[in-house]
């Protein structure tokens, strides 16, 4: 596989958070198209909301390289939704999986899932998750990467800065300060659809072993993932010390 090598451009982080603190997502989308070009990818899961992220970037950036980091463990509705909105925005779909099969990850590691312990969680999430979006993230030479984390998801994410950097990548966030009002405006006014499991109760949606429908005994949606024992999968989130402490809340 060939890696493009793109320039990575040196920005003050300070300043341009104080610019574009108030700047529609609109606004902070072309910008990075401007700065970054073809060094500029965007991630999607296929979640709940995510119809919102790809419409808004690819109506300013079509042909933007889209990860979609496919555990091999992901509901049914979640593959056909994948397909049913690839087609509908002609997504330039990038698919990425473990170099491990889920059956020979079973059969060396069990069912890991199944362990009731955040070590295991987090060694699942690593293999499945991080290392996939990681050889994404060099293999398309990406020097930038638009991800539609909003603060009210977790409370990792209330500290995020608009603009940031993880591991070597500028990260933007253009979306950072949506709440769910404001995103399910964007959906109606677009006719965009939810992921089909918001109507069965989900509020965020992964894996099938990890996910479930909303109770009333959860606090948080995000209780509703992995066992409630952590509440992100390790893609966005650092891998300094620092962001090591804190994977057990997961950073995909």
């Known amino acids: 596989m060939t890696v493009a090598t793109i320039q990575q451009p040196q920005l003050n982080l300070d300043q341009l958070n104080t610019r574009f603190a108030d700047v529609d997502a609109k606004h902070l989308i072309q910008w990075s198209a401007d700065t970054f070009g073809d060094g500029l990818v965007m991630s999607t899961s296929f979640g709940i909301q995510s119809a919102l992220m790809l419409h808004l970037v690819t109506r300013i950036i079509p042909e933007i390289p889209v990860i979609w980091v496919d555990t091999g463990y992901l509901h049914p509705e979640t593959y056909r939704f994948a397909q049913e909105l690839t087609e509908r925005l002609n997504l330039n779909l990038k698919v990425y999986q473990s170099h491990l099969s889920p059956a020979r990850m079973e059969a060396l590691y069990g069912k890991l899932w199944e362990k009731n312990d955040v070590e295991s969680l987090n060694f699942y999430d ?18 930038a990467w638009l991800a539609g984390l909003r603060r009210d998801q977790t409370e990792h994410r209330q500290q995020l800065p608009r603009l940031g950097e993880q591991s070597g990548i500028y990260k933007i966030l253009p979306i950072l300060h949506w709440h769910s009002r404001d995103v399910h405006r964007y959906l109606v006014e677009y006719d965009l659809p939810y992921h089909p499991l918001f109507d069965q109760g989900y509020m965020t949606v992964g894996d099938w072993h990890s996910s479930r429908p909303i109770s009333l005994d959860d606090e948080h949606e995000r209780d509703t993932r992995f066992q409630g024992m952590k509440q992100e999968c390790g893609l966005h989130l650092p891998k300094t010390t620092g962001e090591a402490q804190s994977f057990d809340s997961s950073s995909l």
């Open 126 to 143: 690593q293999m499945r998750k991080v290392e996939p979006m990681q050889r994404a993230l060099k293999e398309l030479g990406a020097n």
